[in-house]
């Protein structure tokens, strides 16, 4: 171990022994180290040590490479007479679990996960009490080796598609995981250029804990506030907790409301584009107000949507005391100034804004941005091939689709295979029902 300055190494003597304690104190908790120090010189046999130290899970070690691996993990190292165990006294810097800001919801629990894996598996554990519920430790990297845990609860889970993920993780080939679950990700499912979002996330514990009473797993990295939801689908992706937080007609409606929103952000501008071209003006608002060249119209689209597209990632990185001055830029590069200058016609801001509300509103924040680039395509697709084109377009986006499988699950179920009794629980939030035990 490289002398850093947070590496901290103690020498105990008690009787005739000598006890090495080894650790890194940034990640160590200082009570539990002081307990074990004068712990330690209260033995006076070293074969009695293992049985006198309640710290934790105190193991010996035969295998001398995974020292190194231990004490970076923020456990303690003890060696007396060339005997080495391994004291559990982890306590690593965290925050508090806090509600998640992307996904908040009016009922409910208001924690969420963190960057600890022994905090995220408690909070699972918590909600489920379940004897089979199980978490496998896998440690992945070569350069900077990083715990990821595979959740499960064994009695209800698919045993093909577990033995599956476990062979799939265990055969992760990489020198780190440091950009954690997102990297873990595309290892795993090999994505490759597919926009959309072929596994779930969240930080809230209690959408995680239903996901896996329905017999799927869940993926904690360590690191990493955000756990990975699989198998899943389209349907699941569109879920949102404030359904189920309401009362089931309340709960339906904000569900339809949402699946509109999330239409409208992918089709209304391709719709608003097909009727100017077409000449059938009255069917939208503001249709053809402005005689423009359809050409000059496409291109003013395309500059707004890219301005908003700038707006949003220049939002993610604004800090909150210039949040003032980035809503008066963003006023003036697409408010009532804009279109006095002759820079957009009114038609092209309103439906963009409508169409990117819609986005927001969408529950899951990849598949928001599949969307705005998939309409992005679509209106390409238009000015080049115009009705073909959207049609086309269409076509090869679904068959697409519908050939989408995640571990043996359709990504469109239940339209792909068709289910129509879960199509309409698709649209309609389901009242709980008491079930026989």
């Not at 699950?409 to 939030?429: E, H, N, Q």
Request: proline share 4%; charged share 20%.
């Amino acid at each position: 171990m490289n002398q850093s300055y947070d590496y901290s190494k103690r020498i105990i003597q008690s009787g005739k022994h000598v006890y090495t304690i080894e650790f890194i104190t940034s990640l160590v908790s200082d009570d539990q180290i002081t307990m074990l120090c004068a712990g330690i010189e209260l033995i006076k046999d070293p074969k009695e040590l293992d049985g006198n130290l309640f710290n934790g899970n105190v193991k010996k070690v035969t295998d001398l490479s995974t020292l190194d691996l231990s004490l970076l993990s923020g456990n303690a190292i003890i060696e007396v007479e060339k005997q080495y165990y391994v004291l559990e006294v982890r306590k690593y810097p965290s925050r508090s679990i806090n509600e998640p800001e992307t996904e908040k919801s009016v009922r409910g629990a208001k924690d969420g996960f963190v960057e600890q894996l022994l905090t995220n598996t408690g909070l699972i554990r918590r909600r489920i009490r379940n004897p089979s519920l199980t978490f496998e430790i896998i440690t992945i990297g070569s350069l900077a080796p990083i715990d990821v845990c595979l959740c499960y609860i064994d009695e209800i889970c698919d045993p093909t598609i577990k033995a599956d993920i476990l062979e799939r993780l265990k055969n992760v080939s990489t020198k780190d995981l440091v950009m954690s679950d997102r990297a873990l990700e595309e290892l795993l499912i090999h994505q490759v250029y597919n926009p959309y979002p072929l596994v779930r996330y969240s930080e809230r514990p209690d959408i995680v804990s239903t996901h896996l009473t329905k017999g799927n797993f869940a993926i904690i990295t360590d690191t990493s506030a955000s756990v990975m939801m699989l198998p899943t689908s389209l349907s699941e992706i569109l879920e949102h907790v404030e359904e189920h937080r309401q009362v089931p007609i309340i709960g339906t409606m904000i569900r339809l409301v949402r699946l509109l929103a999330v239409f409208l952000s992918v089709y209304l501008v391709p719709f608003w584009l097909l009727t100017l071209m077409n000449g059938n003006k009255g069917i939208f608002l503001f249709a053809g107000v402005h005689d423009l060249e359809f050409n000059h119209l496409l291109m003013q689209l395309f500059v707004v949507e890219i301005a908003i597209e700038l707006l949003r990632i220049a939002t993610i990185h604004t800090p909150t005391g210039l949040s003032s001055a980035m809503g008066i830029i963003a006023a003036v590069l697409l408010g009532e100034m804009a279109i006095d200058m002759g820079l957009f016609i009114p038609e092209i801001l309103l439906y963009s804004a409508i169409s990117n509300v819609g986005g927001f509103a969408t529950p899951n924040y990849e598949l928001s941005l599949a969307n705005k680039y998939i309409k992005l395509g679509m209106i390409l697709a238009i000015w080049i091939f115009h009705n073909v084109g959207f049609v086309l377009y269409n076509f090869v986006l679904i068959l697409y689709l519908m050939h989408l499988h995640i571990f043996g699950y359709d990504y469109l179920y239940p339209f792909v295979p068709f289910d129509p009794k879960k199509v309409l629980y698709f649209f309609i939030r389901k009242p709980k029902s008491s079930k026989a035990k």
